[in-house]
């Protein structure tokens, strides 16, 4: 049977994969949820926007005649993987989570964990800081109950409405970004904390390298939990579940 996945994407991990299925002749398609506005280019087809609900992707799967599908997106989409575990049950097609490791403490980091952004509004409690939010645009809005401190925003696109915390400025840039950036980044605005979503990989790790370098804490926000299926953390081996080569972790 050739195979036709669908790869559930906006990530560097699913960047890298497209890539590889394009550079071997897969069929493919690529989608994303629609949240960026100038998502990168890509080998592979693309399609933007939601499926409505796992039901919806189930019916997607069905008519397109998908084979497998690669979750390759974001550790903190937990909506979007579950409904691709329920659709890919009640489909029988494959799923694969494509899932990028989570960081670690290292002996130079001061992280105060939290299980999530309740958590993490919680723990900016107290006096006026100087805090890197580097969270993306999502969850701007439930930080305004901390409206003592400056926040620094790093953004993919530019704010279409007034941003609504109080006293914050947005820079707009698309990484990867590096250390030595990041660490300039932070003197320059004088950052005291930063608060992060423990997103793993390398793609996003200049910051958390940067505030160890500055010996900054960081509130790191934990994954959701999502319902068990099979991983992968390489393209090697979601290639290898493909049936070109080691194979993923089991549940």
Same mark, same amino acid.
């Given at each position: 049977?050739?195979? *036709?996945?669908?790869?559930?994407?906006?990530?560097?991990?699913?960047?890298?994969?497209?890539?590889?299925?394009?550079?071997?002749?897969?069929?493919?398609?690529?989608?994303?949820?629609?949240?960026?506005?100038?998502?990168?280019?890509?080998?592979?087809?693309?399609?933007?926007?939601?499926?409505?609900?796992?039901?919806?992707?189930?019916?997607?799967?069905?008519?397109?005649?998908?084979?497998?599908?690669?979750?390759?997106?974001?550790?903190?989409?937990?909506?979007?993987?579950?409904?691709?575990?329920?659709?890919?049950?009640?489909?029988?097609?494959?799923?694969?989570?494509?899932? /990028?490791?989570? !960081?670690?403490?290292?002996?130079?980091?001061? !992280?105060? $964990?939290?299980? $999530?952004?309740?958590? %993490?509004?919680?723990?900016?409690?107290?006096?006026?800081?100087?805090?890197?939010?580097?969270?993306? /645009?999502?969850?701007?809005?439930?930080?305004?109950?901390? @409206?003592?401190?400056?926040?620094?925003?790093?953004?993919?696109?530019?704010?279409?409405?007034?941003?609504?915390?109080? *006293?914050?400025?947005?820079?707009?840039?698309?990484?990867?970004?590096?250390?030595?950036?990041?660490?300039?980044?932070?003197?320059?605005?004088?950052?005291?904390?930063?608060?992060?979503?423990?997103?793993?990989?390398?793609?996003?790790?200049?910051?958390?390298?940067?505030?160890? %370098?500055?010996?900054?804490?960081?509130?790191?926000?934990?994954?959701?939990?999502?319902? @068990?299926?099979?991983?992968?953390?390489?393209?090697?081996?979601?290639?290898? !579940?493909?049936?070109?080569?080691?194979? @993923?972790?089991?549940?």
């Amino acid at each position: 049977m050739t195979a *036709n996945l669908l790869v559930l994407g906006g990530t560097t991990e699913a960047s890298a994969l497209a890539q590889a299925l394009a550079d071997r002749g897969v069929r493919a398609c690529l989608s994303y949820a629609g949240r960026t506005q100038t998502p990168r280019a890509q080998p592979l087809p693309i399609r933007i926007g939601g499926f409505g609900g796992p039901d919806g992707l189930a019916q997607y799967l069905r008519e397109n005649a998908i084979t497998h599908l690669v979750d390759a997106t974001h550790p903190f989409a937990a909506q979007m993987s579950g409904h691709a575990v329920l659709a890919a049950a009640a489909t029988n097609v494959p799923l694969l989570a494509f899932e /990028r490791p989570a !960081w670690r403490a290292e002996p130079d980091d001061s !992280w105060h $964990d939290v299980p $999530d952004m309740a958590g %993490a509004v919680a723990a900016l409690r107290g006096p006026a800081e100087r805090v890197f939010l580097a969270l993306g /645009r999502m969850h701007l809005a439930a930080f305004a109950a901390q @409206p003592q401190h400056t926040y620094l925003l790093r953004l993919v696109d530019a704010p279409t409405a007034p941003l609504p915390l109080p *006293n914050a400025h947005a820079i707009i840039a698309r990484g990867p970004f590096d250390i030595q950036g990041d660490i300039a980044l932070m003197k320059a605005h004088r950052i005291t904390k930063l608060v992060a979503k423990n997103a793993g990989g390398h793609g996003a790790a200049a910051k958390i390298a940067a505030a160890r %370098a500055l010996r900054l804490p960081i509130v790191m926000i934990a994954r959701p939990a999502i319902a @068990p299926r099979p991983t992968a953390d390489s393209v090697d081996q979601v290639l290898a !579940w493909l049936g070109h080569g080691a194979s @993923p972790r089991g549940v």
